[in-house]
């Protein structure tokens, strides 16, 4: 297996390694195989140092997530997220994050990952081999394009993440806005703007009172105390009322 690690992008134009990855659905253990991953497909594959990381659950896996739809709209049949970890770990840490749109993979002996010579050791900070952070498009089991992070100390995050992808797949595509919505339990006008961007296929992530925010928050970042309080791109739209304003101007 690799031992030293120089940032390359020698493997476009080639072929994937040729791997069966063991991966647990329910109870059952599942062979997945390269064929089965790549065969036929037009896949974006972003692979990282391990699950549950800082770098890997605040920004790589999410923003890949968030973007899963536009990169379908262009062309990607599927989003794999590779690592070198065990399933269970993988599975865990997918459903944690509520990344329903990623498949994700384990790598659990480095196979893969030392076949696409980025498997690099990672002793120092009690992790072992693992995997070194890039992103590549792949077309029928051949890589296209990869970005790979620099060769620099600790974990760089400059060019693998989802919106360098998608501006090489499609520099004019259309990126959905981030909504965010605060919200509490029993509340009908909360109810009433959720199905509103419901019926207008908007996308958006819920924070619930009690549950991921008090009051205090909402006064705190809206200047309102008052629930539902609806955001598009970091912009306070306002309550259910003004959103049904808002969605007949798009």
């Given at each position: 297996?690799t031992?030293?690690?120089?940032?390359?992008?020698?493997?476009?134009?080639?072929?994937?390694?040729?791997?069966?990855?063991?991966?647990?659905?329910g109870d059952?253990?599942?062979?997945?195989?390269?064929?089965?991953?790549?065969?036929?497909?037009?896949?974006?594959?972003?692979?990282?140092?391990?699950?549950?990381?800082?770098?890997?659950?605040?920004?790589?896996?999410?923003?890949?997530?968030?973007?899963?739809?536009?990169?379908?709209?262009?062309?990607?049949?599927?989003?794999?997220?590779?690592?070198?970890?065990?399933?269970?770990?993988?599975?865990?840490?997918?459903?944690?994050?509520?990344?329903?749109?990623?498949?994700?993979?384990?790598?659990?002996?480095?196979?893969?990952?030392?076949?696409?010579?980025?498997?690099?050791?990672?002793?120092?900070?009690?992790?072992?081999?693992?995997?070194?952070?890039?992103?590549?498009?792949?077309?029928?089991?051949?890589v296209?394009?990869?970005?790979?992070?620099?060769?620099?100390?600790?974990?760089?995050?400059?060019?693998?993440?989802?919106?360098?992808?998608?501006?090489?797949?499609?520099?004019?595509?259309?990126?959905?806005?981030?909504?965010a919505?605060?919200?509490?339990?029993?509340?009908?006008?909360?109810?009433?703007?959720?199905?509103?961007?419901?019926?207008?296929?908007?996308?958006?992530?819920e924070?619930?009172?009690?549950?991921?925010?008090?009051?205090?928050?909402?006064?705190?970042?809206?200047?309102?105390?008052?629930v539902?309080?609806?955001?598009?791109?970091?912009?306070?739209?306002?309550?259910?009322?003004?959103?049904?304003?808002?969605?007949?101007?798009?």
């Amino acid at each position: 297996m690799t031992d030293q690690y120089t940032p390359s992008t020698q493997m476009e134009g080639q072929a994937v390694p040729a791997v069966t990855f063991r991966t647990r659905d329910g109870d059952e253990w599942v062979a997945v195989t390269s064929d089965d991953l790549f065969a036929d497909k037009t896949v974006v594959v972003f692979s990282l140092p391990g699950a549950f990381t800082p770098t890997c659950s605040s920004t790589h896996l999410p923003r890949y997530n968030e973007l899963a739809s536009t990169l379908s709209d262009n062309g990607v049949d599927d989003i794999i997220c590779m690592s070198v970890n065990d399933t269970f770990v993988m599975n865990a840490w997918k459903e944690d994050q509520e990344a329903e749109n990623i498949t994700v993979i384990p790598d659990g002996n480095g196979e893969f990952t030392d076949g696409m010579k980025m498997l690099v050791g990672k002793e120092d900070i009690g992790f072992g081999k693992r995997s070194w952070r890039y992103s590549m498009l792949v077309k029928n089991g051949v890589v296209e394009k990869m970005f790979v992070e620099p060769n620099k100390p600790g974990d760089p995050f400059e060019v693998s993440d989802a919106d360098t992808m998608l501006e090489y797949i499609n520099p004019e595509a259309v990126k959905p806005q981030s909504v965010a919505m605060i919200t509490k339990p029993g509340c009908p006008y909360c109810s009433k703007a959720k199905t509103l961007l419901k019926i207008k296929g908007i996308p958006f992530e819920e924070i619930v009172l009690g549950k991921d925010a008090t009051s205090v928050s909402v006064k705190a970042i809206s200047g309102n105390s008052t629930v539902p309080q609806v955001f598009f791109d970091g912009v306070n739209i306002g309550g259910s009322d003004d959103l049904e304003k808002y969605l007949k101007d798009l």
